[in-house]
């Protein structure tokens, strides 16, 4: 089984180190291979994604990623700047599906910034569109407008658009999750504004008829978003495109605490996947081994399970984890008055002691 390892910038190597730490910790053997990517990927070799670390990407069976992106970077053209690699990854190996489990741990209730029973329990899957929708779409750029009542001014534009087989390909994915899970789905959309939704919302309907086991309800995004944090536990499974799900994901990972605690897989249609934690590369805070790594950890046991058949391993990350938040350990993001706040390496060192219990 061989691993990418992408470590990226900010706080990336840190709390990769740790996942490494916890695979190396199982008793599997692991090609492990490391390259750089992002900022790093720029700074070694004037690119954010190198013809090696994307060589090396095609030529694994996964891919463990940490964070990409850094302040200094930002006067760079849009082309070179180390959040490009992402989407480079995305599109070259066809990851058109990311999945972001949102699960509150009990432990955790308190660090919620909604009441305890309003998020207690929650347990929602957010299925992503990653290589279509507005951030892919062409034509796109700046122009002179050429109609309207700003005609003759330079404007900016994207261009949102889906195809039936883009469609398709994520509803079934979705279904698919529904149904091991509580057979519900949630397909949210802006049908009412957007052709392009009101077509992806003809298809996800067409595409329920191959599920008559999964209760399918449509929802506008607007909408998702206030339900999200007035009633999160009536989701189930979400499906959405790349924009929207974008947004609603990060939105759904503050519900559980904190953004430090979730974990994604984004796989492409033989489920191999990059895995990565949902938050960015928090450069403020990189090198002061404060950062939460239970993200990459729970990252690498999705890795396990999707891509690497070793979902009883998977199940033994996610419960060592489960073990250190009882025993009441904290990093700072995730801090209460009566727990006991550790670093990033302590946290790393904690799991992989409770695996062995």
């Not at 954010?48 to 990409?68: Q, R």
């Not at 990060?250 to 979730?262: E, K, N, P, Y």
Request: include cysteine; charge should be negative.
């Amino acid at each position: 089984m061989k691993i990418a390892i992408l470590p990226g910038d900010g706080i990336g190597p840190e709390i990769v180190d740790q996942a490494v730490k916890v695979l190396n910790a199982l008793d599997e053997k692991f090609e492990l291979e490391s390259a750089p990517v992002g900022g790093a990927g720029y700074a070694a070799h004037g690119h954010p994604l190198p013809e090696g670390t994307l060589a090396l990407a095609k030529a694994a069976d996964a891919i463990l990623f940490g964070a990409v992106g850094d302040f200094k970077y930002d006067t760079l053209e849009r082309a070179l700047r180390p959040e490009q690699a992402i989407l480079g990854l995305r599109k070259h190996l066809g990851l058109f599906a990311n999945l972001r489990p949102a699960i509150l741990y009990p432990e955790l209730a308190g660090a919620s910034t909604l009441k305890p029973e309003v998020v207690s329990g929650l347990d929602i899957l957010i299925i992503r569109e990653l290589t279509g929708d507005i951030y892919f779409g062409q034509p796109r750029g700046v122009r002179e407008c050429p109609d309207g009542a700003f005609k003759g001014q330079r404007e900016g534009f994207d261009t949102m658009r889906y195809a039936e087989g883009e469609i398709r390909r994520i509803a079934h994915v979705a279904f698919q999750a529904a149904q091991k899970r509580d057979k519900r789905l949630t397909s949210v959309d802006k049908a009412n504004v957007l052709e392009t939704f009101q077509f992806w919302r003809d298809i996800v309907t067409d595409v329920h008829k191959e599920y008559p086991d999964v209760a399918l309800d449509h929802m506008y995004v607007d909408n998702a978003a206030m339900q999200l944090v007035r009633a999160p536990k009536r989701f189930d499974v979400i499906v959405t495109g790349n924009m929207f799900g974008d947004i609603l994901s990060d939105q759904a990972s503050m519900l559980t605490g904190s953004i430090g605690m979730l974990p994604s897989a984004s796989l492409d249609a033989n489920n191999k996947g990059l895995y990565e934690p949902s938050h960015g590369s928090a450069p403020d805070i990189a090198g002061k081994g404060v950062a939460n790594p239970l993200a990459t950890i729970l990252s690498a046991a999705m890795m396990l399970r999707y891509s690497l058949g070793r979902a009883e391993q998977a199940d033994r990350i996610e419960n060592a984890v489960k073990a250190v938040l009882k025993q009441g350990l904290r990093t700072p993001d995730i801090y209460e008055a009566g727990t006991t706040k550790v670093g990033t390496s302590q946290m790393g060192d904690a799991v992989v002691k409770a695996l062995a219990q």
